[in-house]
């Protein structure tokens, strides 16, 4: 028994066997999957069982769900065929997870260049959000365009396609049956792009 502690049990044993069993104990980290992760790895598994892993050129995937796969999940699956150069992402409303996903592939550079159009309603209605879109911006100079707006669009130009998605899904959590169109197409995605770069925004 060392000094302090021999010193100890002298004047309490009861602290001295407490001080033993504290000894013992070590440091633990329980790892959960939050409510939100969970989701986004069902809403991924749930695309990945219903569409073909390398999506073709010249193809469009038409998808129909119930709620059990969001928007971003498209993006994400691209994302992980390859790098994606430039994406344009048009909707009318976001939530700030998703948005926390889009900085981590910007950060690692999965995608180089990402430019967001949203609703007008969007700086004032979702203004947490709008401030963390404003810190993309200046971190990876992503433009951020408000206008009246409620087409839900991504065009992305990839390392080994460009592509479409369609979908009548904000960029949200949505329980609600949802159609997606996916097209494999350069033409359509340059057509897209041009579209939106020629919008001004409300700011």
């Not at 479409?164 to 097209?183: D, F, G, K, L, Y």
């Amino acid at each position: 028994m060392g000094t302090f502690k021999k010193q100890m049990f002298l004047q309490s044993p009861e602290i001295a066997n407490e001080l033993d069993s504290e000894a013992e104990m070590s440091a633990r980290c329980k790892k959960i999957l939050t409510s939100y992760q969970t989701r986004k790895f069902t809403s991924e598994q749930a695309l990945l069982d219903a569409i073909d892993w390398h999506l073709e050129k010249g193809y469009s995937y038409h998808v129909v769900t119930w709620g059990d796969i969001d928007s971003l999940s498209y993006l994400l699956f691209v994302a992980k065929q390859q790098k994606i150069h430039h994406v344009v992402i048009s909707t009318w409303a976001m939530n700030n997870k998703d948005i926390e996903d889009i900085g981590a592939l910007l950060k690692k550079g999965v995608i180089e260049k990402c430019d967001f159009y949203v609703g007008e309603i969007f700086k004032t209605r979702y203004s947490k959000e709008h401030q963390m879109l404003r810190q993309l911006a200046q971190e990876y100079g992503c433009k951020i365009v408000l206008f009246r707006n409620h087409a839900k669009v991504m065009a992305i130009k990839g390392e080994h396609y460009d592509c479409v998605i369609e979908s009548s899904a904000n960029i949200n959590r949505n329980p609600r049956c949802e159609q997606t169109v996916i097209t494999v197409d350069t033409e359509l995605t340059d057509w897209y792009i041009q579209f939106y770069s020629e919008i001004r925004s409300f700011e």
